[in-house]
């Protein structure tokens, strides 16, 4: 058994963790921890004990330490709901021009920019 896998076993007793936190954690590179992680789920060491969801990228899984049942992956949101968490934050970023930013941001013109009372808010 490597140091670093030693390393990421402490790690995990003490707080289960996704694969990028362990590897803040103790430290090492992400592709390292994620590549221990595997190992020890693959040798039913490690399980899922949680998952969670940022705002933008894939769904990631919460690794704890120990033999175990996994926690079942959740559904994916359907398009609608990410669409309407993306309106929420350029609505809370932009407030009542947000929907300016947003017919800016579908033409995707390079050097498009939306000035609102002379001060540019978004600029491509």
């Not at 579908?106 to 009372?117: E, F, L, S, W, Y």
Request: proline fraction near 6%; aromatic fraction near 6%; charge should be positive.
């Amino acid at each position: 058994m490597s140091v670093t896998e030693q390393r990421i076993i402490k790690a995990m007793k003490g707080r289960a963790g996704t694969a990028k936190e362990l590897a803040e954690r103790i430290p090492c590179g992400h592709r390292t921890a994620l590549t221990i992680i595997n190992k020890l789920y693959a040798d039913r060491q490690v399980r899922i004990v949680g998952w969670r969801r940022g705002s933008s990228g894939p769904i990631t899984a919460v690794y704890g330490f120990g033999p175990g049942v996994d926690i079942e992956r959740p559904a994916p949101l359907p398009v609608a709901d990410i669409c309407r968490r993306y309106r929420t934050r350029l609505r809370d970023k932009f407030g009542e021009h947000y929907g300016k930013i947003h017919e800016a941001q579908k033409h995707h013109i390079p050097g498009r920019k939306v000035v609102i009372d002379g001060v540019t808010v978004y600029q491509q």
